[in-house]
């Protein structure tokens, strides 16, 4: 399971072609790939914002959140990244009809969850938050797993790559609405005093 998500990082075309090949049960447990995987940045962050810290201009202070808030926040991290995973999964199942393709809900989630898998490995700079190296390496791995998905949706879809094409840009219009949810949804968390807890900067 967790070499086929690897291996679309160095080798893209060869994975996507090894998973469109998969039948039944292989395939099928994929679709635990993003619960496994997503474990990697939420356990990072915690650690990360609880124990190392980062800093704000000049100061050399580290902020550090409280165990407690940094537990509940990488909790509600790892339930966010499964649940748009889940989400994406569904409209790559709901809309490959429109685009010829047989899909099933498993199909999608799978595609979704293997996309995700640069920036499950991204994550991994959480143990040591650094703003301007997290930002780059995040649009590297952003980046990145928008090229798995034009490249792997019309292989394991089977479908012409003029179709993959807009189908794939179907969904990274739906990513990005779902991204804009999140953004406004932790707002109103943090507005309604679910905002993070500081320790002091001398601890």
Do not use: K
Not at 11 to 16: F, K
């Amino acid at each position: 399971m967790i070499q086929h998500g690897l291996a679309l990082l160095v080798q893209p075309h060869t994975a996507w072609r090894r998973v469109a090949q998969l039948q039944g049960s292989s395939f099928n447990s994929l679709a635990l790939f993003p619960v496994v995987m997503a474990i990697l940045p939420a356990v990072a962050w915690y650690y990360g914002t609880s124990r190392v810290g980062w800093t704000v201009g000049s100061s050399g202070d580290a902020i550090r959140l409280t165990e407690g808030s940094a537990t509940e926040i990488a909790f509600l991290f790892y339930l966010v990244m499964i649940g748009s995973v889940a989400i994406i999964g569904y409209f790559i199942h709901w809309m490959s009809s429109t685009y010829g393709a047989n899909s099933t809900l498993t199909r999608g989630i799978v595609i979704a969850g293997l996309t995700c898998s640069p920036l499950f490995v991204a994550g991994l700079v959480g143990f040591h938050p650094l703003l301007w190296l997290d930002l780059l390496i995040g649009v590297v791995a952003l980046s990145w797993s928008t090229y798995l998905l034009y490249l792997g949706i019309p292989i394991v879809m089977n479908i012409p790559e003029e179709r993959g094409f807009l189908f794939s840009s179907a969904i990274i219009a739906i990513a990005l609405v779902i991204f804009v949810g999140i953004l406004v949804v932790t707002i109103l968390a943090w507005e309604y005093g679910f905002a993070p807890e500081f320790t002091d900067h001398s601890a």
